[in-house]
């Protein structure tokens, strides 16, 4: 996979037949990617795909992310799937718009596809304070069961997990 559709929003792109037989959908490699990757690993997780592949049909998705950490023996590893976003737009409400969308996406096949896994948003803890503290935020999170990473970027430590 090369980098280059890593660095944008979601992409289509063909498999080299013209009528595109095949959508992928290739997720950016976000600017906080590499914190929350870092965070994730110090609090015991094992990183386990990166990105990581959503394959339903005949479409593919990139979520940023997947990794586990083992529970006791007999309750297994628990699974996770990670999207990191860092609002770095000019309009946080237009980030979170796309952010939820592509959540929802996201969610919706991973049900299918692999239900064993949670899949997380993961945020600054900046954003998370200036933004996802705001009552009508706060509203649409409760409604669409969102589930939240929030990661200090400076510390690559995970402040909090929202489920």
Do not use: C
């Not at 299918?112 to 999170?141: D, H, N, Q, T, W």
């Amino acid at each position: 996979m090369g980098s280059d559709y890593r660095d944008g929003d979601l992409r289509a792109v063909g498999d080299g037949d013209e009528n595109l037989s095949r959508l992928n959908f290739m997720a950016r490699l976000d600017l906080i990617h590499n914190s929350v990757k870092n965070a994730l690993v110090k609090d015991g997780w094992q990183i386990t795909a990166d990105p990581f592949k959503i394959e339903y049909e005949e479409v593919k998705l990139y979520a940023d992310l997947a990794a586990e950490r083992p529970f006791a023996a007999r309750l297994g590893n628990r699974q996770i799937v990670v999207e990191v976003k860092s609002f770095a737009g000019r309009s946080n409400i237009r980030e979170f718009e796309q952010a939820l969308g592509q959540y929802n996406l996201y969610r919706g096949f991973l049900s299918v596809v692999e239900p064993e896994r949670k899949l997380f948003l993961a945020v600054s803890e900046e954003i998370y304070e200036e933004f996802f503290g705001l009552a009508a935020i706060k509203l649409i999170m409760r409604q669409q069961n969102l589930l939240l990473l929030v990661v200090n970027i400076e510390t690559e430590t995970i402040v909090k997990w929202i489920e």
